[in-house]
């Protein structure tokens, strides 16, 4: 073989190798700016189930009881009274308000005993109860019956409740007996509403009534 042969051979190689090298490396940054795959979103937590959202109209019953018995003689306007509910209220099968639920009032007219024979008075507002999903459910001492619940044209109550007692009658009897204060103990059960459409979230059944037919 020539020098001339030899040295066009060996020059054709060094150009091959050189555009093969250019060719690797032209890969290089397109490997290296592949983004790894993204590692699959982690499953969310399972909600839990047998839960139902339950609208409670407004006119619903609730029966509530004070947690401690407060007086007349003792008492004082805008005083916060605590309450606790004594029977589950259900509606459509489910209970929206458990027995034993917790709630508020607000003392809004105290009336002393005096030496007139005047008896003591004591008015309050009932203002909420925890419902099941642990909300707050506003209540009142006014049935405002839902337009689309069973309690639709009910009769209103007062506005507010009181307890009176009254002085001793007789003649002449105000001017020289004093009157007795009135004291509201925790087994006085009464009778409040619910006032207005609310949903509540719950998961528990109402039970079925116990000794009377359906």
Request: glycine share 10%; aromatic share 6%.
């Amino acid at each position: 073989m020539s020098n001339i042969t030899r040295a066009i051979r060996e020059r054709v190689l060094r150009l091959c190798a050189a555009t093969l090298s250019v060719f690797i490396f032209s890969l290089v940054p397109v490997c290296a700016q592949t983004p790894p795959s993204s590692p699959p979103a982690p499953a969310r937590s399972p909600q839990p189930g047998g839960a139902e959202k339950v609208l409670v109209p407004g006119g619903t019953t609730v029966v509530v009881a004070l947690t401690e018995p407060i007086s007349s003689a003792t008492a004082t306007a805008n005083d916060q009274v605590a309450i606790v509910v004594k029977k589950p209220v259900a509606v459509d099968g489910w209970v929206v308000v458990p027995a034993g639920a917790n709630g508020h009032a607000t003392v809004t007219e105290v009336t002393h005993a005096s030496g007139n024979g005047s008896g003591g008075k004591i008015s309050m507002s009932v203002d909420w109860v925890y419902s099941s999903d642990g909300g707050m459910l506003q209540l009142s001492t006014t049935n405002h019956a839902s337009e689309s619940g069973d309690t639709k044209g009910a009769a209103s109550t007062a506005t507010l409740l009181s307890w009176v007692l009254l002085g001793p009658v007789g003649f002449f009897a105000h001017n020289f007996v004093r009157g007795r204060d009135v004291t509201i103990g925790t087994d006085k059960t009464f009778t409040v509403f619910v006032d207005h459409d609310a949903h509540v979230q719950t998961n528990q059944r109402a039970g079925p009534s116990q000794g009377f037919d359906q």
